[in-house]
DNA sequence: ACAAAACCGGATAGGTCGATCCGATTGATA
DNA sequence: TATCAATCGGATCGACCTATCCGGTTTTGT
């Protein structure tokens, strides 16, 4: 009955962990997940164990790498995410329950930096979310269906818009932060209305799915948020070509 | 008539700079817009220096710290910026000049990956940069009003969901990167149907003005994008992560 | 041609990050 | 209680970043 033991019918998940480190395990755990929705991917582990109260190395011992506590991190917000989609498919009103879908998920973003990152980038190493990320998809891809069978959605929206939906909320609640919390919402709403049959015009073609796969795989590195003081300015530079140049 | 003598008269710009250190000088502000454009702000220092073909010292006798090369480097850009405004207020079709505005404005921050940056950040030390930037808000501002009187556009289009725009569209453009190099456009083209009048339903609040400033500032660290894209293929260990930049 | 000033760039300082090592400690078992 | 493996956490490694130092080189004015 004690727990940890190495009974086989014991509990599942934490196998023969000693008592200690499955305590520091939750801690750890429950620290990661404040630290980085409030400061995004980007934080430190070592902000992480400070957090905990635990040593860095403890971090390291149960999660090799820092891909594998967010993997562990995200897997339960991963499920909240593929459970707005069934959700959504149970609405009776198609377009009501995929606008749902779309401000569940983006709320989701706003409310949880961290998340607003794992949106937009895959974890090839981490199975199971990604197995979540394609179950999500695939009942996304059946939303869209019924949303345009019943009217609601214009024809040509593709299910990459959501993708692109994502990319472009996790653009807005990045760089507002907490300083605008709220300005996400007005920026769905405006993309909400524009998925709205009927369609007002035309609109340029969607990326390819693998091209934004590549996009997705591409972005992992790393995610700003949390630095401090030491600005650095940005620039740009034109130089080539490309639209419209002034002179 | 040499240039670079010490006369009263001579060029402006460059006030008696020896002739190497002019030479380098523009050597590096043109390796800086092509790497900052590639990599985006997170590029290093010393990758502008090997791209310059210098060493990392001449940049930082130049440029003191890495907000001043961005400052020098996005000047002209800024310019075409503003110039965008003006342009689109020459327009004789306040609609088609205000979504012009906008897909050039939007062109140029998918064409370079830093100016994306610059759009959605404010550099309070870069004064010259900071002005061409509230000269192109008041022409907006005179846009917005224009092509809201012409009937081309929603009544309640605020100034703020320009810069909430571009905050997206930079969302999409740091996460494709060149693998979907034109999936902005599809993103862009939804926000300005949305724009149209007449408006199809109302819109959440529109952040405070003070309250954006703020998230511009605080945006300021790091940018990713840097690290390419199949990089670190090489041994185990490692791969992932960071690095690069962001930064 | 020549000296002095201006300039160059590699080495280095000092910072952060992810990840590892190792002596000290603690929990589980008998 | 005694034993020992499992665990802990600070120190450390190696890589990268911005920024500075300093000995060698180049431009310039006479």
Redesign the interface.
Do not use: I
């Given at each position: 009955m004690n727990p940890g033991r190495p009974q086989p019918s014991d509990d599942i998940a934490a196998q023969s962990l000693r008592s200690d480190a499955e305590r520091n395990r939750e801690r750890i755990i429950a620290a990661a997940r404040g630290v980085f929705a409030r400061d995004g991917l980007?934080a430190s582990m070592a902000s992480v164990a400070r957090e905990a109260g635990v040593g860095i190395a403890t971090i390291f011992r149960r999660f090799p790498?820092?891909?594998e506590l967010v993997a562990a991190v995200f897997a339960d917000r991963m499920d909240s995410y593929a459970d707005a989609v069934a959700v959504a498919l149970a609405d009776a009103d198609p377009w009501h329950g995929f606008v749902g879908y779309i401000e569940t998920a983006c709320a989701m973003q706003a409310a949880d930096q961290g998340f607003a990152d794992v949106l937009?980038t895959t974890f090839p190493t981490a199975k199971a979310m990604e197995k979540r990320r394609e179950e999500a998809y695939e009942g996304m891809v059946r939303l869209i269906g019924r949303a345009k069978a019943a009217g609601g959605l214009r024809e040509d929206f593709d299910p990459s818009?959501l993708v692109?939906l994502h990319?472009?909320?996790?653009?807005?609640v990045?760089?507002?932060?907490d300083?605008?919390p709220?300005?996400w919402?007005?920026?769905v709403?405006?993309?909400v209305?524009?998925?709205?049959a009927p369609?007002?015009?035309t609109?340029?073609?969607?990326?390819?799915h693998e091209?934004?796969y590549?996009?997705?795989?591409?972005?992992?590195?790393?995610?700003?948020?949390?630095?401090?003081p030491?600005?650095?300015?940005?620039?740009?530079?034109?130089?080539?070509?490309?639209?419209?140049?002034?002179d």
């Open positions: 980007g790498t820092k891909e937009t818009d692109l990319m472009a909320n996790a653009g807005v990045n760089a507002c932060g300083a605008a709220d300005a919402r007005r920026v709403a405006l993309f209305q524009s998925f709205a369609a007002r015009a609109l340029p073609a969607s990326p390819a091209d934004l590549r996009a997705m795989l591409r972005a992992g590195p790393e995610v700003p948020g949390a630095t401090a030491g600005r650095t300015g940005k620039s740009s530079k034109v130089a080539t070509d490309k639209a419209g140049e002034a």
